[in-house]
Each structure stands twice: as structure tokens, then as C-alpha cells.
């Protein structure tokens, strides 16, 4: 069974374009993130959400817009696509945020192309 | 701020030999300090971890690492590694009381080879 999943895997879309990314985890966790990481591989949380209310929000540019329907999943739509979007992008899941840490479990990734 | 440093992008070493991954933090607050690995194409998927207690924790697949305070660093090792631990390793941290926020080197390219 899938913890974390993410679709699509793969997404080639053109510059200009509006595209969304969707994560689901059956983890029955509280708090969803996404990351992005780089074509030199660098790793930088984007967003968080605790009980689909935001609590992170890392210097994003507007056009990144998280929606958390319900906390089993956390959707990233992405307006006006750039060619530095282009990377591959992480959800991940946790328990409900405390004083104390809780281990976060990564989707396997969607790669986004911008041509 | 908190910022993690990986000294090395990328680590050659045969197989069946010992291997070490460096990892120094800054801080001025107390981390929990991580260390996660990526395979080709795959997410990251959590090897170990330092939260508090003993400084030296013992990970999957045979990895440990040892938290120097003085020296604030995190390194990883293996004693005798295997050609599947080819992967990008990646260390991170998380400030104390501060979230759940995963601040990550720029990870070191862990190549075995025959």
C-alpha cells in the first residue's frame, strides 16, 4: 500500500501554461508539505498544512497556490508555469505538529518540465 | 538562521570498503539532525536520526552516525558498504521547538563501485 503518493509522475507542460499536482497519503497523518528540489538537487520546503490550515509558506511566489481539500491531500497548482518551475517536486506527510519533532514520509515525486 | 553543509558533492568508493559522509550544521539553538537518502528516481526515505541521548545512532541498512556538539557536525558512515548504497544522501535538520521544518544540505552522491 502506498503511504504517500503523488500524480502524475512525470509532467511536460509549456511555458504560460496552468498545471496542478496532486498528493494523497492514507498515513491518517494531520500535517502535509511540499517541497522542491533544484536541478542541482537542493531541497526546500514550500508549504505546510496542519488540519488543511497553512502554517508554512516559504518565499513562494504567488502563482504556487497549496489546496488542501480535506488532510488526506494536499494539491499544489502552479499559474502561469516559468522555466525555473521546472524541477521535481515533493509532498510529504506527518503527524499532527507538536513541541516535539515527527517524522515526515515523502511521495515518490512528480518531475515538472517546463519547455 | 540555521543552515546545513555537506563538504563533499559526490564520494566515490568501492565496494566492501568504509565510507563517510560529512555533515556540519550552524546553529546558535538546539537540532534535531537527520539524515536522508534518495535512490535514483525514488523519494527520500529517512536512514537515521539524532533527537536527543546517545551521540552515536545506529540507522538502516548498516549506516550510523555520531552527533559532535563541539563540533557541530553529523557524519555518516558505513563500515563496508555495497553497490545498492549507490544514492544521493542528503543531512538535515529541524530547530527545536520551532516546527516541523526539514532544512537540508546539498546533498553528496554516495557512487560504489566494483
Known amino acids: 500500500d502506498t503511504a504517500v503518493s503523488q500524480t502524475p509522475k512525470y509532467l511536460v507542460t509549456q511555458m504560460g501554461n496552468d498545471k496542478s499536482i496532486k498528493c494523497e497519503q492514507n498515513?491518517?497523518?494531520?500535517?502535509m508539505y511540499w517541497y522542491k528540489q533544484d536541478s542541482k538537487k537542493f531541497l526546500k520546503i514550500m508549504f505546510s498544512y496542519n488540519n488543511k490550515e497553512l502554517i508554512i509558506n516559504e518565499t513562494v511566489p504567488n502563482r504556487f497556490s497549496p489546496k488542501s481539500p480535506d488532510k488526506a491531500h494536499l494539491n499544489l497548482h502552479i499559474n502561469s508555469l516559468e522555466l525555473g518551475d521546472s524541477a521535481v517536486y515533493f509532498c510529504?506527510?506527518?503527524?499532527?505538529?507538536?513541541?516535539?519533532?515527527?517524522?515526515?514520509?515523502f511521495g515518490p515525486g512528480t518531475r515538472l518540465t517546463v519547455l | 538562521a540555521q543552515s546545513v553543509t555537506q563538504l563533499d558533492s559526490q564520494v566515490p568508493v568501492f565496494e566492501e570498503a568504509p565510507v563517510e559522509l560529512r555533515c556540519n550544521y550552524s546553529?546558535?539553538?538546539?537540532?534535531?539532525l537527520f539524515w536522508y537518502v534518495q535512490y535514483p528516481n525514488q523519494g527520500l526515505q529517512l536512514l537515521l536520526k539524532y533527537l536527543s541521548g546517545s551521540t552515536l545512532v545506529k540507522g538502516i541498512n548498516g549506516f550510523e552516525a555520531e552527533f559532535n556538539k563541539s563540533q557541530t557536525s553529523f557524519h555518516l558512515r558505513k563500515p563496508s558498504v555495497h553497490i545498492s548504497d549507490t544514492a544521493e544522501y542528503f543531512c538535515a535538520v529541524i530547530i527545536t521547538g520551532g516546527g516541523n521544518k526539514l532544512t537540508f544540505g546539498t546533498g553528496t552522491q554516495l557512487k560504489v563501485e566494483l
Open positions: 546553529s546558535s539553538v538546539s537540532v534535531y
Open positions: 498515513l491518517g497523518h494531520d500535517t
Open positions: 510529504a506527510s506527518s503527524q499532527a505538529l507538536s513541541g516535539t519533532y515527527n517524522e515526515q514520509f
